[in-house]
């Protein structure tokens, strides 16, 4: 086995991880919807949990996805072409993730310093 495949195969396997944490992290946070609308004293904001674990979950998924595109061009495939497009890749992985950030915490991240000082201790 070369260095190459041996690259490839732990490619492989981060994006197995990263694919991963969105399903089971999805199906979590979807049980744990469910159990909260089903009980009074939590169904009260539960639709927001679950839209926060639900992204959250999806947060981190893009993140590991984007390790193994940059392992997989680094190392793998040294092409202008792969370099291309994991530029493209990572840009759109980057504008959905702060678009997921802004959704989940309902503020600008250049706000959010000012908005956690509003809020009391």
Known sequence: ?????WISDVVKVVETVGSGIMVIGGLGAFLVFVRDAATDARRAGSYERLRRNLGRSILLGLEVLIVA??????????????VTVLGIIVLIRILLSFSLDVEIDGVWPWNRLSESKDQPL
């Open 1 to 5: 086995m070369t260095y190459e495949q």
């Open 69 to 82: 595109d940059i392992v997989r061009t680094v190392v793998v495939d040294q092409t202008f072409e792969s």
